[in-house]
């Protein structure tokens, strides 16, 4: 596709129960990051990848949340045990491999909220 | 720790006001700048970005930002805004080899036709 995929695009589950959110980022960009947007908030870093591995995973909050690419390509962000404070706007982004400097290019976001 | 603000939560402004949104960062070493606007309903798109060189750096939609690297700023200008400008505004930064970006809460500008 054109540009980065997230689905699905809403999200309601029930306290507790488990979910999965996921990124098809743009085709050869080799850099995936997830980012959490709060109601009011600016975007949150999440993970980043660069190919399979994880290079960052500073900004998971918990060991309920885990994220995955096990192709170098498609992402998938599980949360475990969802609580009421996970609602959020989970936005994946992806960007080439030109280096450091380079932007990333956003999906329209996965809309969660746990009731 | 990194850290970015935005000096203007909401901002309402008519069509041809001049607009300025303020960003300042906390990051000692080299930084990446960027700005990215999401309009009603859109995903964020970027606007402009600082790497190198020139501080004045030149957008899409006519916006223009400053790096002013004494004052750890980089503001976001327009001479004239249009009614297509209603978005909301992100600063973000990427400090030294960090592939991370840190982002500033936003700022909602609403311009009046």
């Known amino acids: 596709g054109a540009g980065v995929s997230q689905t699905p695009s809403n999200k309601v589950t029930e306290k507790g129960k488990y979910v999965e959110l996921r990124c098809d980022p743009i085709?050869?960009?080799?850099?995936l990051y997830w980012y959490r947007q709060s109601l009011g908030q600016g975007p949150e870093f999440l993970i980043y990848?660069?190919?399979?591995?994880?290079?960052?995973d500073s900004g998971l909050p918990n060991d309920r949340f885990f994220a995955v690419r096990p192709e170098g390509s498609v992402s998938t962000l599980k949360i475990q045990r969802t609580e009421r404070g996970d609602s959020a706007v989970y936005l994946c982004?992806?960007?080439?491999?030109?280096?450091?400097?380079?932007?990333?290019?956003f999906g329209q976001g996965t809309r969660l909220t746990v009731v | 720790a990194q850290s970015v603000s935005q000096h203007n939560h909401h901002v309402i402004l008519s069509e041809a006001a001049s607009l300025e949104l303020g960003c300042n960062y906390s990051?000692?070493?080299?930084?990446?700048l960027f700005w990215y606007v999401q309009y009603p309903g859109q995903h964020l798109q970027l606007l402009l970005k600082?790497?190198?060189?020139d501080p004045l750096v030149k957008g899409i939609k006519g916006f223009e930002a400053e790096f002013i690297k004494s004052k750890f700023s980089f503001n976001l200008r327009k001479p004239s805004v249009q009614w297509s400008d209603t978005a909301e505004y992100f600063c973000?930064?990427?400090?030294?080899?960090?592939?991370?970006?840190?982002w500033g809460l936003g700022t909602s500008l609403a311009v009046n036709p």
């Open positions: 600082y790497f190198s060189g």
């Open positions: 982004a992806s960007s080439p491999p030109q280096g450091g400097g380079t932007e990333a290019f």
């Open positions: 990051y000692g070493g080299t930084v990446n």
């Open positions: 973000a930064v990427k400090g030294g080899n960090n592939r991370k970006l840190i």
């Open positions: 085709s050869g960009h080799t850099a």
């Open positions: 990848f660069q190919g399979t591995g994880a290079a960052d």
